[in-house]
Structure formats: C-alpha cells, structure tokens
T-cell receptor
C-alpha cells in the first residue's frame, strides 16, 4: 500500500504570497490532519478533516485554512505568508477520525518564506 | 508552561547503551500516550502507544507511563546506530481530541 504523499516537497515563497500544499492519504483512510513543525515550537496541530468536514482545529490564525475532497485528498492554504511561516508542514492520515487513531505521516513539505 | 515538556537534547550515546527519553505533562486529562520516531527528511512514525499507567515492552523498546507523576519515558535497550533519530512524545485527552507533541529530542548512537 502506498504511503501518505505530499506535494510539493520543497517550496520557496516571499512574504505576502499565498501557498497551497497537497496531501494524498493512504488508500481507504478518511481522516487527514495537518501539522506545522519548527525547531522552536516543535510539532503543532493545525486541523483535522474527516469526510470533507473540519473536525478539529488548532490555535493558528485564519490565514491557515484547509479542505478535503470527496476522495479524501486534502489541501492546506496559507495566505499572506509571513517569515515565521517557514516550517515543515506534515500531513497524517488515519482510518477514522480522532487523535487516538494511529496516524501515518507523510514526508512533509518544507516551506521557506523569504 | 507548555502542556508537554520534553527533555532538551541533543543526546549522544555509544552503541549498546541504554537510552532513557522523558516527557512531563501538566494536563491530567491526558489519557493516551505515544512515542514517535522521526528520521531526517521523513515524517514521524508511531513507535509505541500506551493507555494505562505501567510499562509496555516491544522488542528493545519499553514505554513507561506514570500518571500520578504526569511523567512518561521511553527506554531503548542495546541502542543501535539505526536508532539515531528524533524522538517525540505525544498525548491526547480523549477520542476526539488533538495530538499534543513534545518538542522532540535528537538521539545519536555512535558506532
């Protein structure tokens, strides 16, 4: 079974731009969660989607948004990029919703904001 | 105070050493406890998953949970160079809650 895939793997943007990241979950998994990982803050939860509905949301500003499609693929968007948005963005999929489910992480998208 | 605190690193040990990795937490509502391992340029992978207080063993790895002290540990016996990675503790309060991670500690096992 193919693992979680994320595209692109690397991205360079400038302040003020917007970016869209994509995540394809493991086949059959209906839940997708997004995380931001930085050396200073570690891994922080952004949001979780299940069956195209946002189930849970972390403490990030409204510039961070996401969506899930009927095939469970998910995208996250960051508008008006700031330097502090430079991070590794990870998505994880699981069969069912909820943090207690085993989550399988993708390799991440490394975003650099200049 | 952050909800989950993890011992800062990095940590370097010789091959064959016993490694102890620790996290403390402040939210007594945390019920499920996990350890993830993250290799360079990869996403985290689940290593251990525990619910109750006590020890859980899986090969060379032992996860320990002490809910009364709000303290969890991961022990690695006979450490190998292939164990060199970042280890993150994570925990959740309940079925519908989000995962809260520690910052992670980078372990290097020297041959």
């Amino acid at each position: 079974k193919a693992g979680v895939t994320q595209t692109p793997r690397y991205l360079i943007k400038t302040r003020g731009q917007q970016v869209t990241l994509s995540c394809s979950p493991i086949s059959g998994h209906r839940s997708v969660s997004w995380y931001q990982q930085t050396p200073g803050q570690g891994l922080q939860f952004l949001f979780e989607y299940f069956s195209e509905t946002q189930r849970n949301k972390g403490n990030f500003p409204g510039r961070f948004s996401g969506r899930q499609f009927s095939n469970s693929r998910s995208e996250m968007n960051v508008s008006t990029l700031e330097l502090g948005d430079s991070a590794l963005y990870l998505c994880a999929s699981s069969l069912q919703a909820g943090g207690q489910e085993t989550q399988y992480f993708g390799p991440g998208t490394r975003l650099l904001v200049l | 105070q952050k909800e989950v605190e993890q011992d800062p690193g990095p940590l370097s040990v010789p091959e064959g050493a016993i490694v102890s990795l620790n996290c403390t937490y402040s939210n007594s509502a945390f019920q499920y406890f996990m350890w993830y391992r993250q290799y360079s340029r990869k996403g985290p992978e689940l290593l251990m998953y525990t619910y109750s207080s006590g020890n859980k063993e899986d090969g060379r790895f032992t996860a320990q949970v002490d809910k009364s002290s709000k303290y969890i540990s991961l022990f690695i016996r006979d450490s190998q160079p292939s164990d060199s990675a970042t280890y993150l503790c994570a925990m959740i309060t309940g079925a519908n809650s989000k995962l809260t991670f520690g910052k992670g500690i980078t372990l290097s096992v020297r041959p």
